[in-house]
């Protein structure tokens, strides 16, 4: 074989070998921008689920509000203050919420979406409590992770309450305590005069600060 031939087939190795090079580069460049693409996907999926609950939360502020002008107070935060039994002490502000909200004397609580609407922890009462006879489950508000939104009234700001998670952080332990937040300005109770509606938020832990609230 003369110099040239080996010179040509030099030249052909090196510029497969370019090659080679190249498509590795354009994949580690594709495989970077999949990779973005799904972090900012995941991400602005998350943004979305945050503003759908704060809307939750703010149409069960409007309800409450509404409930307040007509009852003279907020709906109550407990089973026991809505005259209603219970098979168990779970999800009871939430639950309470919703009796208060469609009881028959209430009948603005109709407009309270059907979609936002859940059972986590699938109890129901013997009590006929709602404006429509025959139901007898006591569901929850639910956040845009299928978890309950905690209700606090200020005589129970210092009462733990336990929720029983649609989707909890750890499968192994979907039940989860919650008490009223304060205020980091002055200590004492936020809303101190109102009532807290509470999510856990993307975490899906109560107490942390992405917390959803009112």
């Given at each position: 074989?003369?110099?040239?031939?080996?010179?040509?087939m030099s030249r052909q190795r090196r510029a497969a070998g370019f090659t080679l090079v190249e498509v590795l580069a354009?994949?580690?460049?594709?495989?970077?921008?999949?990779?973005?693409?799904?972090?900012?996907?995941?991400?602005?999926?998350?943004?979305?689920?945050?503003?759908?609950?704060?809307?939750?939360?703010?149409?069960?502020?409007?309800?409450?509000?509404?409930?307040?002008?007509?009852?003279?107070?907020?709906?109550?935060d407990t089973l026991a203050g809505a005259k209603v039994r219970a098979d168990?002490?779970?999800?009871?502000?939430?639950?309470?919420?919703?009796?208060?909200?469609?009881?028959?004397?209430?009948?603005?609580?109709?407009?309270?979406?059907?979609?936002?609407?859940?059972?986590?922890?699938?109890?129901?009462?013997?009590?006929?409590?709602?404006?429509?006879?025959?139901?007898?489950?006591?569901?929850?508000?639910?956040?845009?992770?299928?978890?309950?939104?905690?209700?606090?009234?200020?005589?129970?700001?210092?009462?733990?309450?336990?929720?029983?998670?649609?989707?909890?952080?750890?499968?192994?332990?979907?039940?989860?305590?919650?008490?009223?937040?304060?205020?980091?300005?002055?200590?004492?109770?936020?809303?101190?005069?109102?009532?807290?509606?509470?999510?856990?938020?993307?975490?899906?832990?109560?107490?942390?600060?992405?917390?959803?609230?009112?």
């Amino acid at each position: 074989m003369n110099a040239t031939a080996m010179t040509a087939m030099s030249r052909q190795r090196r510029a497969a070998g370019f090659t080679l090079v190249e498509v590795l580069a354009v994949l580690a460049i594709l495989s970077l921008l999949m990779g973005l693409a799904i972090y900012g996907f995941g991400k602005q999926k998350e943004r979305g689920a945050v503003v759908a609950t704060r809307g939750a939360i703010q149409e069960l502020e409007l309800l409450i509000t509404t409930f307040e002008t007509k009852k003279g107070g907020p709906p109550p935060d407990t089973l026991a203050g809505a005259k209603v039994r219970a098979d168990n002490d779970l999800n009871e502000g939430a639950e309470a919420l919703y009796c208060g909200l469609h009881a028959k004397s209430f009948p603005e609580g109709n407009n309270l979406r059907e979609e936002l609407l859940g059972n986590t922890d699938e109890d129901s009462t013997a009590t006929a409590f709602h404006r429509e006879a025959g139901i007898t489950a006591l569901l929850e508000a639910l956040d845009a992770w299928g978890n309950p939104i905690a209700y606090f009234t200020p005589s129970s700001y210092d009462r733990e309450q336990r929720y029983l998670m649609g989707d909890p952080a750890d499968p192994n332990d979907p039940e989860q305590r919650v008490t009223a937040r304060k205020s980091e300005v002055t200590g004492g109770f936020a809303n101190a005069d109102r009532f807290q509606l509470i999510s856990a938020g993307p975490d899906r832990l109560f107490g942390t600060e992405d917390d959803v609230t009112n």
